[in-house]
């Protein structure tokens, strides 16, 4: 059963749509250099896409979507040869380039370089369960172990400056236990890391109650992409992530979310925003804080906020002084703060920042066969089919289309139906 941790009725429901989102999902390579357990895309390689071809993507989303930020994923975006040009590119519409990599092909000539032509920020995925080549160091590791590889990408961006930094990992039944220990390092590092992304494991195992086809033709189970042959715990809900955290940060508090498709009461972008600094946190951005923010940046920019400037989240004192009498959750940590102050006050000159924790609840199989995805969801992706109809597609899904031309249905087994099987 769902942790009853999280209530909708205190948090912001994030305004992003399909036509008007934060963040939009471009891939101009399938070709990586790992093999990640629970990856949703096949790795392919000489995958990748003319430049052109790219930019065309680029302006198809432009006169679809308002869009903040572009991520750039795949396959590992480091891979793609044209990948300065493609940031170049993307800086030039006045977008926010993201790059979302395994940073296995990042060096710091590279780095500079996409500093040059306007890099805003990294993604980097980094888990236990990637199978990284990058040296027998990080075989075998756990996650409180690997945060040493993730501290060293944090202080290569720091090193170069005004480079957001952000972590995603995937969280599986048996890692659950770790993301209090992911989320105290990324507080011991919060002038540096400023976000952190849990991402539920979501897969097909062999237990599935459905049967599966595209139109007609009946697909196996474990011809599709995403499986896994053996059993899983594919369930576990965002609300018990919350509930993990709270065993170490107990007032732990998130603050927005995005719900389902099928499941509105499912909560699938669950945001938290807090403000402290190494030592301390002083407390957690409420409802309200996140709905100026976002009200007030689509007043000046006409689109939705992503992610924010390192700058800007190191203004965290400015925003406890200013922002106080509107939110409730960030009175409570003003109080702290001035407490804090009261019992040293040279406190003052030690800097308060702020950073997000962001769990995704991916694709919810329900019980009738529907699949419920994120409601305005930032990961959409660009899709041409068979007739040449260009499309946005929900890019964790986008292996149905490209492998059997349509998105696949779910039947439960224990149902009668008048699906005809090819």
Known sequence: MEAKTVDAANLYRLPWTMPDNGITWLEPTAHCNLNCYGCYRKNIKNSNKPLEDVKHELDFFQSMRKTDCISIAGGEPLLYPNIVELVADIKSRGLKPIINSNGIALTKELLHELKKVGIFGFTFHIDSKQGRGRGPEWEGKNELELNELRLHYAEMLAAEGGIACSFNSTVYEDTLHYVPDLVEWAQKHIDIVHTMVFILFRYITPDTPYDFYAGSQKITWNDIHYHSEKEEKTDTMAPDVVAEIRKRYPEFSPAAYLNG??????????????????????????????????????????????????????????????????????????????????????????????????????????????????????????????????????????????????????????????????
Request: charged share 25%; hydrophobic share 35%.
């Open 261 to 422: 498709t099928h499941a509105p009461d499912r909560f699938k972008w669950l945001l938290t925003e807090r403000i402290g600094n190494k030592k301390k946190i002083f407390g957690y951005a409420g409802s309200k804080f996140i709905e100026l923010v976002m009200t007030l940046y689509h007043y000046k920019k006409d689109r939705y906020l992503s992610y924010a400037t390192p700058k800007t989240l190191s203004l965290g004192r400015t925003t406890l002084f200013n922002t106080w009498m509107v939110d409730k959750g960030i009175r409570n940590a003003f109080k702290k703060y001035l407490g804090y102050l009261a019992a040293n006050p040279f406190r003052i000159f030690t800097k308060v920042n702020m950073q997000s924790i962001m769990i995704i609840q991916p694709v919810d199989l329900m019980p009738n066969g529907d699949q419920s995805m994120c409601d305005g969801c930032p990961d959409i992706t660009y899709w041409k089919d068979k007739d040449g109809k260009e499309q946005l597609v929900w890019s964790c899904r986008l292996e149905e289309p490209m492998q059997y031309g349509d998105f696949l249905r779910m039947i439960p087994r224990n149902e009668k139906t008048a699906v005809t099987e090819n």
